[in-house]
């Protein structure tokens, strides 16, 4: 899976979750829509970030975060289905793409690390 591609599907994943955030807040849901919020779109912030990181370590570094992230958001997901916020079929497709950005980030992260 190549860097870009990896971008590409966490930008998405970051209009996906401002679109969420949107909807929830008309719904006058503002405590969990401001941490969704945060963290789905800080993912695809580290990733980019990754792209000119100041060696290995700090490549890694910022991919943890990226997955940190990730794995925040699917939380929220969590959350918000649980407390009827969302609907099935909605957490089902954010938590899908979450999870195959979780996926994404943990195949590079081992990558560079058995590169080291």
Same mark, same amino acid.
């Given at each position: 899976?190549?860097?870009?591609?990896l971008r590409d599907i966490?930008?998405?994943?970051?209009?996906?979750?401002?679109?969420?955030?949107?909807?929830?807040? =008309?719904? #006058?849901? +503002?405590? $969990?829509?401001?941490?969704?919020?945060? /963290?789905?779109t800080s993912i695809g912030?580290? @990733? *980019?970030?990754?792209?000119?990181?100041?060696?290995?370590?700090?490549?890694?570094?910022?991919?943890?975060?990226?997955?940190?992230?990730?794995?925040?958001?699917?939380?929220?997901?969590?959350? =918000?289905? #649980?407390? +009827?916020? $969302?609907?099935?079929?909605?957490?089902? /497709?954010?938590?899908?793409?979450?999870?195959? @950005? *979780?996926?994404?980030?943990?195949?590079?992260?081992?990558?560079?690390?058995?590169?080291?």
């Amino acid at each position: 899976m190549s860097d870009s591609k990896l971008r590409d599907i966490s930008l998405d994943f970051a209009v996906s979750i401002i679109n969420l955030v949107k909807e929830l807040k =008309l719904k #006058k849901e +503002n405590i $969990i829509s401001n941490q969704i919020g945060r /963290s789905g779109t800080s993912i695809g912030a580290n @990733i *980019r970030e990754a792209q000119y990181a100041h060696g290995k370590a700090d490549f890694v570094s910022k991919l943890q975060i990226a997955l940190k992230e990730a794995n925040e958001t699917g939380y929220w997901l969590e959350l =918000l289905y #649980k407390t +009827n916020y $969302i609907d099935e079929a909605t957490h089902k /497709s954010l938590d899908s793409a979450c999870t195959s @950005i *979780r996926v994404m980030l943990i195949s590079s992260i081992n990558t560079v690390k058995s590169k080291q």
